[in-house]
């Protein structure tokens, strides 16, 4: 109940407080403080208190700090996702360091102040026993106090009172422990604060379901899967017709797409019109693949109309026949152009210049069908 | 005039004793508001109503209510962002770098001045928000693992800006809040009221002023001092990036970044002085906010001023010298194309005025002063409006030419941000100590022990 803390003493001139912290450390007491209400210089030389070892807090975790920006980042961008951003390399160094900075800046700083509090002066510590006393109130204002602990090796009430009385300390009084502070029980096992723990814990929940499962879903939030556009093939009462895809404007031509004069004419498409292109190695290449893809399902690799749709489909005459190879090359990319018979038209899927690539490729595989002596 | 430079003059005037500091600190947090007081926060009140109004239907009909259009995708909301952004530079030039040069006059306006940087980066974050359009996800600014797997990019300024403003809000707010535990402390052991008991308790953390911890406390005010003053550059560097590393004519340039700095510290120094010459007055704080504090912050308004004024005519002498048509182009274009106005409140409010300065007198002249901090704010607000507006609304291609308006919704979000910041500073007047009650004992004539007749630092 009535334990004693500390006896403490006051003094009115920073000169003097120097000199009392002096006489303590003179004395052998270890167990003492003093409490000024601001910091008075030549206190730390005067307690003889070691260099504070902050530094090297921060320090060390500004390092972490930086070494977990750069291996976040380099991690993210190089092995979760890797994105070409701006022809950049995956890992630029220099455009990462800004972030590299303030993640260094931010957990230096924050971490550092938490670790004073919180390690270093063990606070909050609102039930010291110095709190609510005269003394506190005078050292938080204008005085400055000691105090010399009971637990210190050397202490004794008498002596401790006449070292105050020598170094003429003022308003030497006792402190003693009260009821709470000598009552150890954690307070975080009370019935009281586990209650609160459990509705805090229900509310959140409740909050976060809202939130996220109906909040979200309110006006004005909206998110871009669900604001209003016009989807292809869809009912849409913008326009008089309620179509929501749109033709052409008459009389216009989308870029790129060059009306084909020849539609029912094929054997003036085989007169006028003449391959543009020289067939070359990579002319060959393209038209290879461009015929693979499209015309060797039906025609086959080879032209013979042996191919894997064989049995399934009409087998489309030969390629490499006389009639054929007498066409000229506007004849043929008339049909790829146009389509005959049962042969569909494939001006969608090819563009001009792989029409004319796969005419010169089926030129190159008639020649190889009907390899001469000279070839 | 014969002054000793050998002993330092104390900051403070006259030698007030440590009790009536502590009386006249908390006297504006233990005695209930007058009615001057009342009509100040009815009126940013109104303001901070007409701008949660415009952000309403900014969120509720979308970016549409705003001026913005094709070019000028960056219109009010960037630059509001950049003007409060620059406007908190001053606080933590003030607590940061004055700390670090050991310049004493700072202990009576830092804690003041970094109250004002907080509520100018929350002022200031409350627009690139808003200016995303969907102001319910900026969950996604900040790297996450998420269902998308997707990240952000780190490569882009936008990016870097995230994280340059969150962290000098959250160390802004550390060092302000170091700085007042001890203070709170002091409150806690004066006030009579229970519940103010309780609350100063709680965020005093149970401070005893210590030795024993006003050691390691000093250490971390440097450390924090020491981070700050390379962050409080870096951000309005980040800011100037997202100028700087796009291609467009007008923003394309190094000088971007110290240009950005030096004229957030002006701005910010304007809003400080401004703000402090009625604190002062109001709460009879002459003889610790000293009319050489002001004069020196005056003084500070000038430097910046003339290094925002180089850096505006050097941009024009680079644009001449680049050779590159469309450079020149844009910088003929500010000074006298359609935005020519803006350009000539711009530099005659930045660059001429403040060259007043020079004059001791003015320096000196509360009522001079304060019209001229205000004209500063007025030039940089259109600084960053130049810069924004005639850079896009010309850029290369003249056929995407635009002319660029501000709507109503645009001018009442605007006047909403002064009427969030003053309405926060008020509360702050009236629930905090505006003033360092320790630090400015700390440096009141004979706080500290003279032992060898040398001023000891």
Not at chain 1, 302 to 308: I, Q, T, V, Y
Not at chain 2, 110 to 120: L, P, Q, S, V
Not at chain 2, 288 to 312: H, R
């Amino acid at each position: 109940m009535s334990k004693l803390y500390a006896i403490t003493g006051l003094f009115d001139k920073p000169e003097d407080i120097i000199q009392a912290a002096k006489a303590a450390v003179k004395t052998g007491y270890t167990k003492y403080d003093v409490n000024t209400p601001y910091p008075v210089h030549g206190m730390d030389d005067a307690m003889k208190l070691p260099p504070s070892k902050l530094g090297y807090v921060a320090l060390v975790i500004g390092l972490m700090g930086a070494a977990f920006a750069l291996f976040a980042m380099w991690y993210i961008n190089t092995i979760d996702y890797p994105q070409v951003i701006g022809g950049k390399p995956f890992f630029p160094l220099p455009a990462l360091i800004p972030i590299t900075f303030e993640v260094t800046v931010l957990s230096a700083s924050v971490l550092t102040v938490l670790i004073m509090l919180f390690v270093f002066f063990k606070l909050p510590n609102n039930s010291h026993p110095l709190h609510d006393t005269e003394y506190m109130k005078r050292v938080s204002s204008d005085m400055y106090g000691i105090y010399i602990m009971a637990d210190d090796p050397e202490f004794d009430e008498f002596k401790v009172r006449g070292f105050l009385e020598d170094i003429d300390a003022k308003e030497i009084s006792a402190i003693y422990y009260d009821d709470e502070e000598l009552n150890t029980r954690h307070r975080v096992f009370e019935p009281k604060f586990i209650i609160f723990l459990i509705a805090a814990g229900i509310l959140n929940s409740a909050l976060v379901y809202f939130v996220y499962n109906k909040l979200l879903y309110m006006p004005p939030f909206d998110f871009m899967e669900e604001q209003a556009k016009v989807i292809p093939q869809d009912e849409d009462t913008y326009f008089a017709d309620n179509f929501s895809m749109r033709l052409p404007v008459r009389g216009t031509v989308a870029r790129g797409d060059m009306p084909y004069l020849y539609s029912n004419n094929p054997e003036g498409a085989g007169a006028d019109i003449v391959n543009p292109l020289l067939p070359t190695k990579a002319n060959l290449a393209k038209g290879e693949q461009k015929y693979n893809t499209f015309c060797s399902p039906c025609h086959g690799y080879l032209g013979n109309g042996e191919s894997r749709m064989r049995g399934q489909f009409p087998v489309p005459p030969s390629l490499n026949s006389q009639k054929v190879i007498s066409w000229s090359d506007g004849r043929i990319y008339h049909v790829i152009m146009a389509g005959q018979n049962t042969m569909p038209s494939y001006s969608k899927q090819t563009t001009e210049d792989e029409r004319w690539t796969i005419v010169q490729y089926i030129r190159a595989l008639q020649r190889s069908q009907n390899a001469g002596e000279t070839d | 005039m014969s002054v000793d430079h050998t002993q330092e003059v104390s900051v403070v005037e006259g030698q007030p004793s440590f009790r009536s500091i502590d009386d006249l600190i908390s006297k504006p947090l233990e005695t209930k508001p007058d009615r001057n007081f009342f009509i100040a926060i009815s009126i940013t009140g109104t303001m901070l109503l007409i701008g949660v109004i415009c952000v309403a239907l900014t969120v509720w009909f979308g970016i549409g209510t705003w001026g913005n259009n094709q070019p000028v995708g960056w219109g009010f909301g960037i630059v509001n962002f950049v003007f409060w952004v620059g406007i908190g530079h001053a606080g933590t030039l003030i607590s940061a770098i004055l700390f670090l040069f050991r310049q004493k006059w700072r202990t009576g306006i830092a804690r003041f001045a970094e109250g004002m940087t907080i509520f100018a980066v929350m002022t200031a974050g409350l627009f690139p928000l808003l200016h995303v359009g969907r102001p319910w996800l900026p969950i996604y600014l900040i790297p996450h693992p998420n269902q998308h797997g997707v990240w952000t990019n780190f490569i882009s300024p936008l990016v870097w800006d995230v994280f340059a403003v969150s962290t000098y809000f959250t160390v802004s707010l550390v060092f302000w809040y170091i700085g007042l535990i001890p203070d709170l402390a002091t409150l806690r052991d004066r006030t009579v009221g229970k519940i103010k008991k309780m609350i100063y308790s709680v965020f005093s953390l149970g401070w005893r002023h210590s030795n024993r911890h006003w050691q390691h406390y000093e250490m971390m005010y440097l450390i924090l001092a020491g981070f700050a003053t390379p962050l409080v550059l870096s951000v309005h560097t980040i800011v100037s990036f997202d100028f700087a590393v796009s291609i467009m004519p007008g923003w394309h340039t190094t000088i971007f970044p110290p240009y950005f700095v030096a004229g957030a510290v002006f701005s910010g120094f304007a809003m400080v002085q401004n703000v402090l010459i009625f604190v002062r007055r109001i709460f009879n704080y002459e003889h610790i906010i000293t009319l050489d504090t002001l004069e020196k912050m005056n003084k500070i308004i000038l430097v910046t001023g003339s290094m925002v004024g180089y850096a505006y005519i050097m941009e024009f002498f680079i644009a001449w010298y680049s050779g590159n048509p469309v450079e020149q182009f844009v910088f003929v274009n500010r000074v006298f194309g359609p935005y020519s106005w803006a350009y000539w409140i711009m530099f005659s409010c930045n660059v001429i005025f403040p060259q007043l300065f020079w004059v001791k007198k003015i320096r000196r002249s509360i009522p001079i002063m304060f019209i001229l901090g205000v004209l500063v704010n007025v030039g940089m607000w259109f600084e960053r409006f130049v810069i924004v507006v005639t850079s896009l609304t010309r850029d290369y291609l003249p056929s995407s030419w635009d002319h660029y308006a501000p709507t109503l919704v645009d001018l009442g979000i605007l006047l909403g941000s002064f009427g969030l910041f003053f309405t926060l500073l008020l509360l702050f007047i009236r629930t905090l100590p505006v003033i360092s009650i320790s630090e400015v004992k700390a440096v009141i004539h004979g706080a500290q022990p003279h032992h060898t007749g040398v001023y000891h630092e």
